[in-house]
T-cell receptor
Framework: DVKVTQSSRYLVKRTGEKVFLECVQD?????MFWYRQDPGLGLRLIYF???????EKGDIPEGYSVSREKKERFSLILESASTNQTSMYLC????????????????FGQGTRLTVV | DAKTTQPPSMDCAEGRAANLPCNHS???????VYWYRQIHSQGPQYIIH???NNETNEMASLIITEDRKSSTLILPHATLRDTAVYYC??????????????FGTGTKLQVIP
């Protein structure tokens, strides 16, 4: 089974702190994604990465950065956490297109509920 | 990627079929319809996807209209464990490059005993 693991289920940080959210997948997927989920707004894409050291902005990248130094790991960084970044953060991974086996569905982690106080 | 429109919420009696609609009137020829669901406090889970033919797997059936502008996800015998938010997404299958997956707000399905 594909496993996408997020380092924490719950996190409480102070305003202005630098926050790292870690995500690891074990299926050698090329694509990895970070979303945030807020009531009434659904899942919104923050950043995604299609290869090591490659990244693309999603729909709401402001206030965030990402790092993909290894294929299996995709980190989301809040440089200076603010209260409006209190949210559920979800990581996902998927195969790239063009693969002969498997489809390109996205597999999600369990989420990290971050509270910034 | 094409946008989708789903009703915000639906109820279904336990044991009955749940039919969840999705409109994607701007879908283009190379875009697939994907369905995911998210049970409370868990990450989204893939259910099914299709291009133009109807599809069925162990979880659900997907009916896509002939003009591909709308689709329906069918859970044939809904159980309480099917209570979740269901997301309909349309996106192209890339030939070799990357893709992003964008979700809308989904339909909250409540299965009632």
């Amino acid at each position: 089974d594909v496993k996408v693991t997020q380092s924490s289920r719950y996190l409480v940080k102070r305003t202005g702190e630098k926050v790292f959210l870690e995500c690891v997948q074990d299926m050698d997927h090329e694509n990895m994604f970070w979303y945030r989920q807020d009531p009434g707004l659904g899942l919104r894409l923050i950043y995604f990465s299609y290869d090591v050291k490659m990244k693309e902005k999603g729909d709401i990248p402001e206030g965030y950065s990402v790092s993909r130094e290894k294929k299996e790991r995709f980190s989301l960084i809040l440089e200076s956490a603010s209260t409006n970044q209190t949210s559920m953060y979800l990581c996902a991974s998927s195969l790239s297109g063009g693969q002969l086996s498997g489809n390109t569905e996205a597999f999600f982690g369990q989420g990290t509920r971050l509270t910034v106080v | 990627d094409a946008k989708t429109t789903q009703p915000p919420s639906m109820d279904c009696a336990e044991g009955r079929a749940a039919n969840l609609p999705c409109n994607h009137s701007t879908i283009s020829g190379n875009e697939y319809v994907y369905w995911y669901r998210q049970i409370h406090s868990q990450g989204p889970q893939y259910i099914i996807h299709g291009l133009k033919n109807n599809e069925t797997n162990e979880m659900a059936s997907l009916i896509i209209t002939e003009d591909r502008k709308s689709s329906t996800l069918i859970l044939p015998h809904a159980t309480l464990r099917d209570t979740a938010v269901y997301y309909c997404i349309v996106r192209a299958e890339p030939s070799g490059g990357y893709q992003k997956v964008t979700f809308g707000t989904g339909t909250k399905l409540q299965v009632i005993p």
